[in-house]
């Protein structure tokens, strides 16, 4: 009996392919980016995914090119409770975990709630700051709480944290440690924007913060059905192989001295369900998978020597591993 990828994938396209309101919703949730951040639509719909997979974002790019004013519109296109954080070199830990105040009148210590406690946790030039309070963000980014003097605290569900950095040989900026990278789900490059966007953006500046205009479209219980269902997008076992093989490629290039950890593996087959959620299908295709790959991959690859005397670039690698590893054709399933 055939049980072929080609197979389930027609059965699929028969019976998945009405949106729900949830699909709906977030198509909305993106029209209101779209009028704060101009000539970005391919950029905004992978933060959609990585926000609907659970993940967190971190956009690498120049100052100016939209990176705080993309995270302000997402914040207020789904009613999230919002915190923004200037990362400089004096931030401490306890600005953004929180701390601990003696409290005379009931002689006991009060927690005190840092920058993390909110729905959205933008994170401006994050490779500013010292590691130390890089790293107070590692917990609260995999576990959803933060330890305060022994005692733990969660918080809000949803949370996600956008995190802005400059590229690396800035002024005043420091790598951020390998542990702290692969606890961001993607990570972007918005660039500079076309000429005619370019135009747009400077003709929407003289009536005011493009940002004002984005409304609300859904809640956070909105939010949190669509990555529930989200989580019910199927993934066909053919598919599972081609991001494993994607993975193992990482891992056994020439030019890479660290591929991606399982924790990336995991997000790569999160942000391609969340991203074929976007296109209206309940299962995923390897199309989806393709697509996210360079920005769940770029941030968890680390050169080796040799490609460095070569001035060859991550994206460079993952162009080549797109090309190396086919992709599961029709035909080609398995036989049992």
């Not at 005692?151 to 956008?162: L, Q, R």
């Not at 360079?294 to 005397?309: E, G």
């Amino acid at each position: 009996m055939d049980h072929g990828y080609d197979i389930m994938e027609k059965k699929l396209r028969g019976q998945g392919m009405e949106k729900t309101y949830g699909m709906m919703a977030a198509v909305s949730v993106i029209e209101e980016v779209q009028k704060a951040v101009i000539g970005k639509q391919d950029c905004i719909k992978k933060v959609m995914a990585a926000i609907l997979a659970g993940g967190h974002v971190l956009i690498e790019d120049i100052p100016g090119v939209g990176k705080t004013t993309m995270a302000v519109a997402f914040s207020k296109s789904m009613g999230l409770d919002r915190h923004r954080v200037q990362f400089t070199p004096d931030v401490l830990p306890a600005d953004i975990v929180g701390f601990s105040l003696y409290d005379r009148q009931t002689q006991q210590f009060v927690y005190q709630p840092g920058a993390v406690m909110c729905n959205l946790l933008l994170a401006d030039e994050i490779n500013r700051t010292s590691p130390k309070t890089q790293s107070a963000l590692l917990e609260v980014m995999e576990e959803g709480q933060v330890t305060v003097d022994q005692k733990t605290y969660p918080v809000p569900d949803p949370f996600v944290v956008i995190a802005t950095e400059n590229p690396f040989g800035s002024a005043g900026t420091q790598m951020l440690p390998e542990s702290q990278l692969d606890r961001f789900m993607i990570c972007i490059s918005m660039g500079y924007p076309d000429i005619q966007a370019e135009i747009e953006i400077v003709k929407g500046s003289q009536k005011g913060n493009p940002a004002d205009a984005v409304k609300a479209v859904v809640g956070t219980e909105m939010l949190l059905e669509m990555r529930a269902e989200v989580e019910q997008v199927y993934v066909h076992d053919a598919v599972y192989e081609y991001i494993g093989r994607l993975v193992e490629a990482t891992r056994n290039h020439q030019m890479v001295r660290l591929g991606i950890s399982p924790r990336g593996t995991i997000a790569l087959a999160k942000v391609a369900k969340a991203y074929a959620y976007l296109e209206g299908r309940t299962f995923c295709i390897p199309q989806d998978v393709a697509k996210v790959f360079p920005d769940v991959a770029v941030h968890r690859l680390f050169l080796s020597a040799r490609a460095r005397a070569a001035r060859m670039e991550s994206s460079q690698v993952i162009e080549e591993i797109l090309a190396m590893i086919t992709q599961p054709k029709a035909g080609k399933g398995r036989r049992e």
